[in-house]
Antibody, heavy 120, light 106 residues
Framework: EVQVVESGGGLVQPGGSLRLSCVAS????????MGWVRQAPGKGLEWVAN????????YYVDSVKGRFTISRDNAKNAVFLQMNSLRDEDLGLYYC?????????????WGRGTTVTVSS | AIQMTQSPSSLSASVGDRVTITCRAS??????LGWYQQRPGKAPKLLIY???TLQSGVPSRFSGSGSGTDFTLTINSLQPEDFATYYC?????????FGGGTKVEI
């Protein structure tokens, strides 16, 4: 079964750090871009970051640049999101998604998400 | 960054209705747009990519159209399982941006 499973969410104080993980299975991980999308409670979806299949290209939404780092380990079929200097507005459900970025672009496999709570 | 304005933000419809949701980009994005469905408490699901290409397994009552700055998602003969929130997402350039969402309610 093709799937991605997120983990690593939790409660963190403002200014703190958290590392999210996403493990993929059922497909050749090293052939796909991967991405993170978040959703604040009761709000819409916000794209956060993407990473190319070999890790050579990374892209971020402006609000997390310099604070978040996306990375991957193709040997472990895993993608990570290191989140530093967390702010109140970073709280929410973080989804990992498989990204097809070829002739077309789409995010076709999504995990159930992992929850990040930022609170003192 | 390209802004995506989605309308309406919510709508009420009945089973069997035809529903139309629009998304407007702040600049020309060619055909670089997808549509996603999110049911309550669930992860988003890809419906359509490249403006009008139906993802495998998605019912044919869903269709997409448009180009440039104006795009439409149409659901023909609304079914009970279609009551959800729908989002557009442009992939023309980074940063990617979603529309604000359209909640389709009974």
């Amino acid at each position: 079964e093709v799937q991605v499973v997120e983990s690593g969410g939790g409660l963190v104080q403002p200014g703190g750090s958290l590392r999210l993980s996403c493990v993929a299975s059922g497909f050749i991980f090293s052939r796909y871009w991967m991405g993170w999308v978040r959703q604040a409670p009761g709000k819409g979806l916000e794209w956060v970051a993407n990473i190319k299949h070999d890790g050579s290209e990374k892209y971020y939404v402006d609000s997390v640049k310099g604070r978040f780092t996306i990375s991957r380990d193709n040997a472990k079929n895993a993608v990570f999101l290191q989140m530093n200097s967390l702010r109140d507005e970073d709280l929410g459900l973080y989804y990992c998604a498989r990204v097809y970025d070829g002739a077309y672009y789409y995010m076709d496999v999504w995990g159930r998400g992992t929850t990040v709570t930022v609170s003192s | 960054a390209i802004q995506m304005t989605q309308s309406p933000s919510s709508l009420s419809a009945s089973v069997g209705d035809r529903v139309t949701i629009t998304c407007r980009a702040s600049q020309d994005i060619k055909s670089d747009l997808g549509w996603y469905q999110q049911r309550p408490g669930k992860a988003p699901k890809l419906l359509i990519y490249a403006t009008s290409t139906l993802q495998s397994g998605v019912p044919s009552r869903f269709s997409g159209s448009g180009s440039g700055t104006d795009f439409t998602l149409t659901i023909n003969s609304l079914q009970p399982e279609d009551f959800a929130t729908y989002y557009c997402l442009h992939d023309h350039e980074y940063p990617l941006t979603f529309g604000g969402g359209t909640k389709v309610e009974i």
